[in-house]
T-cell receptor
Framework: DAKTTQPPSMDCAEGRAANLPCNHS???????VYWYRQIHSQGPQYIIH???NNETNEMASLIITEDRKSSTLILPHATLRDTAVYYC???????????FGTGTRLQVFP | SQTIHQWPATLVQPVGSPLSLECTVE??????LYWYRQAAGRGLQLLFY??????ISSEVPQNLSASRPQDRQFILSSKKLLLSDSGFYLC????????????FGPGTRLTVL
């Protein structure tokens, strides 16, 4: 079973920041938070991951709360091409297995 | 650079027929390989994973099987397809040591009629 909870859908205006929340209240100390996205009819694409600290790369920022029970993926300037299903995944340090939930369907509109 | 191939891209098969989906990876060695299935409108379900030649771990009981005859080849098979086997099948790989960043192939869309 997935160890995360995400809203089923969200909308965002093009050019605005998209903030996608994820709850992982049962996360343990050695588990990472990963974000992937899946554009329709394609395989999932890795976005970002983190353990405790906030992370940023060319695609997005990941904000993890101090108690690590939730996180937020931020797409700073959403484009129409960011329309996709976004998956928040908790992965143990000693395993490669990713358990996907149902994700959040982000719709970016003009 | 690393590349992952899957074929066929789409497949329509009758119930009771056999299945063979192939996945190959280029540009890496000793990858961990994974098979996922995504039913229509659902999330991804991990079916099998392999850490090396001939080593297969099954995540869910079903009428599918997997084999890894070569380091960079992963095959998903069935002797008799069921309607419930329809879905989008994705192969993924990860290098060792594990980074958590799995790379997914383009997928095979299987329709069982």
């Amino acid at each position: 079973d997935a160890k995360t909870t995400q809203p089923p859908s969200m909308d965002c205006a093009e050019g605005r920041a998209a903030n996608l929340p994820c709850n992982h209240s049962t996360i343990s100390g050695n588990e990472y938070v990963y974000w992937y996205r899946q554009i329709h009819s394609q395989g999932p694409q890795y976005i970002i991951h983190g353990l405790k600290n906030n992370e940023t790369n060319e695609m997005a920022s990941l904000i993890i709360t101090e108690d690590r029970k939730s996180s937020t993926l931020i797409l700073p300037h959403a484009t129409l091409r960011d329309t996709a299903v976004y998956y928040c995944i908790v992965r143990g340090y000693n395993t490669d297995k990713l358990i996907f939930g149902t994700g959040t369907r982000l719709q970016v509109f003009p | 650079s690393q590349t992952i191939h899957q074929w066929p891209a789409t497949l329509v098969q009758p119930v009771g027929s056999p299945l063979s989906l192939e996945c190959t990876v280029e540009g890496t060695s000793n990858p961990n390989l994974y098979w996922y299935r995504q039913a229509a409108g659902r999330g991804l379900q991990l079916l099998f994973y392999s850490v090396g030649i001939g080593q297969i771990s099954s995540e869910v009981p079903q009428n599918l099987s997997a084999s890894r005859p070569q380091d960079r080849q992963f095959i998903l098979s069935s002797k008799k397809l069921l309607l419930s086997d329809s879905g989008f099948y994705l192969c993924a790989w990860i290098t060792r040591p594990a980074s958590g960043e799995q790379f997914f192939g383009p997928g095979t869309r299987l329709t069982v009629l």
